[in-house]
Nanobody, 128 residues
Framework: QEQLVESGGGLVQAGGSLRLSCVAS????????MAWFRQGPGKEREFVAA????????AYVDSVKGRFTISRENARNTVYLQMNSLRPEDTAVYFC?????????????????????WGQGTQVTVSS
């Protein structure tokens, strides 16, 4: 089974920035679609951002457009989420996810059911 490990979370003030990293072991990620999800206190896990297997296609939830950027370095087996202009409502545990079937899909999926492998999560807390 693919293993994903997130890092980079922490406590920041509103308006600050963080960069999350997700490092994978096992099969190389070059053919996998990758995504970030988050789960805030008392909320369901929600889609944040995704990137296609070739790095050319990205997707974001409306609430983070213009503030967050997803990227990948396949040679390092790593996916990143750069988060700028953070808001208190961004507070959540952020999870990295991988979709081995993405090259065979017509688009980038944005639901948890479409992602096969998941990391343990990293906490992001944004204070007022």
């Amino acid at each position: 089974q693919e293993q994903l490990v997130e890092s980079g979370g922490g406590l920041v003030q509103a308006g600050g920035s963080l960069r999350l990293s997700c490092v994978a072991s096992g099969r190389p990620l070059r053919s996998y679609g990758m995504a970030w999800f988050r789960q805030g206190p008392g909320k369901e896990r929600e889609f944040v951002a995704a990137i296609g297997y070739n790095g050319g296609d990205t997707a974001y939830v409306d609430s983070v457009k213009g503030r967050f950027t997803i990227s990948r370095e396949n040679a390092r087996n790593t996916v990143y989420l750069q988060m700028n202009s953070l808001r208190p409502e961004d507070t959540a545990v952020y999870f990295c996810a991988a979709d081995p079937a993405q090259p065979f899909r017509s688009g980038i999926p944005s639901t948890t059911r479409d992602y096969e492998y998941w990391g343990q999560g990293t906490q992001v807390t944004v204070s007022s």
